[in-house]
């Protein structure tokens, strides 16, 4: 009886360690730069979430004729004051009556809800704004100021949004573009 051989497939030990390390040295280099992507990615989209709603308030209320404000809420209902910072997320809203710009009363109405930006980043405020952005039906601003959006990576990687007395705002690099605030502690 006459026995054939196949033809072995697939890979030898060697191979696949060799497959393995250069697979290995690949992810290593890559994981950091696509952490910094992540980083960055999330950094744009939370200063950018914050300026479009300041759009929007600024918006609102030169299309309603009434004071609209922006304030820290951690609730998606009240405003938060103090030490919370805006972080915990904010809200915008319509002021009813123009009394207290900076919390919910009846007859205010809710435009829109943010949830907090998470993660290692924190926004600090500077200059008058610290618990309330109110946007008057002008378009002007109640008081201006900047919020720093900042991470554990530092100041380098900080954003300044500031807030101009006209009601306008910008994004620019920390401590850039006239804003005051910065990532130092």
Do not use: H
């Not at 697979?23 to 960055?40: D, E, H, I, K, Q």
């Amino acid at each position: 009886m006459k026995t054939t051989r196949r033809k072995q497939t697939g890979f030898t030990l060697l191979e696949l360690l060799v497959t393995l390390a250069v697979s290995g040295a690949l992810l290593a280099a890559g994981v950091p730069s696509f952490r910094t992507f992540m980083a960055n990615n999330r950094r744009a989209s939370q200063t950018n979430q914050l300026l479009s709603a300041l759009m929007r308030a600024r918006s609102e209320a030169m299309r309603s004729s009434r004071d609209v404000s922006v304030c820290p809420s951690s609730d998606g209902a009240t405003c938060v004051a103090g030490t919370a910072g805006w972080q915990v997320g904010w809200i915008v809203f319509l002021n009813g009556d123009g009394a207290n710009l900076a919390s919910v009363d009846a007859g205010d109405e809710l435009l829109e809800t943010f949830r907090p930006i998470g993660g290692t980043a924190s926004l600090r405020p500077s200059g008058a704004i610290r618990d309330v952005i109110a946007f008057r039906p002008t378009g002007s601003v109640v008081a201006s100021g900047s919020l720093a959006w900042c991470d554990d990576r530092g100041a380098t990687q900080g954003r300044t949004l500031t807030v101009r007395p006209s009601g306008g705002a910008t994004i620019s690099e920390d401590g850039a573009g006239g804003g005051a605030a910065t990532c130092t502690p």
